[in-house]
């Protein structure tokens, strides 16, 4: 696609339920980031996936988070047992791939745990 | 690990005037520093990019500066248009051959008419 697309948009849950956010990367690139962004706040990384691994897990905050990228396109991230404390806006971006190059973000999931 | 810190947190300007946002990091071996633009309800959108063997690099009416010695890095905005308004993020790489960023705190921008 033209864009990072980010599913759904808005998302209201009810503490203790699980959750799955969805990222379509641009066409062709191989490298995929979730970030999650408190109000007021800057982007937080949470991991980096090349092709279909995990290359850096080190943001995700604890195990009720995990993401998986299967066919190395389209990732999902997973939040088990949610807490209040989870509500943010779940960016994700795309990339080449390259070293130290910009990429390119959706307009990300605006999670509420209520 | 690496650290940015983002002033001021927010800014108001004259159109037409200039607006500056400064940046200083932590981490020496960091090299690469991204600026990014957030509207509301977006995702944030790189709008230049300076990498640590350049000290300054310009795009039109935006340009940004990089000090090495002192850590930090800084972007520049002239002759501001009311779209320039905006939330402004800078970030940093870590370390060599990273791919994460981290981000400061962000700038809100005001341009008022």
């Known amino acids: 696609g033209a864009g990072v697309s980010q599913t759904p948009s808005n998302k209201v849950t009810e503490k203790g339920k699980y959750v799955e956010l969805r990222c379509d990367p641009i066409?062709?690139?191989?490298?995929l980031y979730w970030y999650r962004q408190s109000l007021g706040q800057g982007p937080e990384f949470l991991i980096y996936?090349?092709?279909?691994?995990?290359?850096?897990d080190s943001g995700l905050p604890n195990d009720r988070f995990f993401a998986v990228r299967p066919e190395g396109s389209v990732s999902t991230l997973k939040i088990q047992r949610t807490e209040r404390g989870d509500s943010a806006v779940y960016l994700c971006?795309?990339?080449?791939?390259?070293?130290?190059?910009?990429?390119?973000f959706g307009s990300g999931t605006r999670l509420t745990v209520v | 690990g690496e650290n940015v810190e983002q002033h001021p947190s927010t800014l108001s300007v004259q159109e037409g005037d200039s607006a500056v946002i400064k940046c200083t990091y932590s981490?020496?071996?960091?090299?690469?520093f991204p600026w990014y633009k957030q509207e509301l309800g977006k995702g944030p959108q790189l709008i230049i990019d300076?990498?640590?063997?350049?000290g300054e690099k310009k795009d039109q009416r935006i340009a940004v500066t990089l000090n090495k010695t002192a850590k930090h890095f800084s972007l520049h905005i002239t002759e501001t248009q009311p779209e320039d308004s905006a939330v402004y993020f800078c970030a940093a790489t870590p370390i060599q051959g990273a791919q994460k960023l981290v981000f400061g705190q962000g700038t809100r921008l005001t341009i008022n008419p």
């Open positions: 971006a795309s990339s080449w791939g390259q070293v130290g190059g910009g990429y390119t």
């Open positions: 996936f090349q092709g279909t691994g995990a290359a850096d």
């Open positions: 066409s062709g690139h191989t490298a």
């Open positions: 981490d020496s071996a960091s090299n690469y």
């Open positions: 300076i990498r640590s063997n350049v």
